[in-house]
């Protein structure tokens, strides 16, 4: 007699096609290239040779196109999660670019004070290092079998290829890195956290 099975716990990362990508990554790529000349030193969060602009790019002008797809996507989650926006608003806290040329990359980390976190590829060439994400259950690797194969109740980590124009969302919770950029180019992406107010 076989048995019956209930999987609990999932770990959502939604993935998002922005739709003619090119004219609003060329209007961002302008503004980072101009505060990486103005500030070339940058902050040091998680990034490893990699530079990281500071986190307020959402309130520029340039950025507002940006934040209104941010907010749609958003709301797709939070609808889809069955929130109750009706208790409490979702909004944009942080938002920053990182710029990681050949060699940089970014340590294994997650966003706390948030609910959602995101990254907005802009530029990504081949082998410019993917994101990964850490199975959040360390418990679980206490003792691993060999497995003939993983899938996904045994993958250890999830990795997403970069490509320009494409967002990810995900529970700030999670703990998630960047692979190094093999690339003789740049990987250019924005990252943004959200928060919650009750209302």
């Given at each position: 007699m076989a048995g019956s099975r209930n999987?609990?716990?999932?770990t959502p990362i939604w993935h998002f096609t922005i739709a003619n990508h090119q004219q609003l990554n060329a209007i961002l790529l302008a503004?980072?290239?101009?505060?990486?000349?103005?500030?070339q030193q940058g902050e040091k969060w998680s990034n490893i040779l990699g530079w990281h602009?500071?986190?307020?790019l959402h309130r520029r002008d340039r950025f507002q196109d940006l934040t209104k797809i941010i907010h749609t996507n958003v709301l797709e989650v939070a609808q889809f999660l069955q929130w109750d926006l009706q208790k409490f608003s979702?909004?944009?806290t942080t938002c920053w670019a990182i710029i990681n040329g050949k060699f940089a990359s970014n340590s294994v980390h997650n966003h706390p004070n948030s609910i959602l976190s995101g990254v907005y590829y802009l530029k990504a060439p081949e082998n410019c290092g993917g994101i990964y994400f850490n199975d959040p259950r360390p418990a679980s690797q206490m003792i691993i079998?060999?497995?003939t194969e993983f899938n996904l109740w045994t993958y250890p980590?999830?990795?997403y290829k970069a490509h320009a124009g494409t967002m990810l969302l995900f529970p700030?919770?999670?703990?998630h890195g960047v692979d190094t950029n093999m690339s003789e180019e740049s990987r250019i992406c924005v990252s943004f956290n959200?928060?919650?107010?009750p209302l």
């Open positions: 999987d609990w716990f999932p503004e980072i290239y101009a505060e990486q000349e103005k500030d602009s500071v986190n307020d979702l909004h944009i079998p060999p497995v980590k999830v990795s700030s919770w999670l703990l959200i928060g919650m107010t």
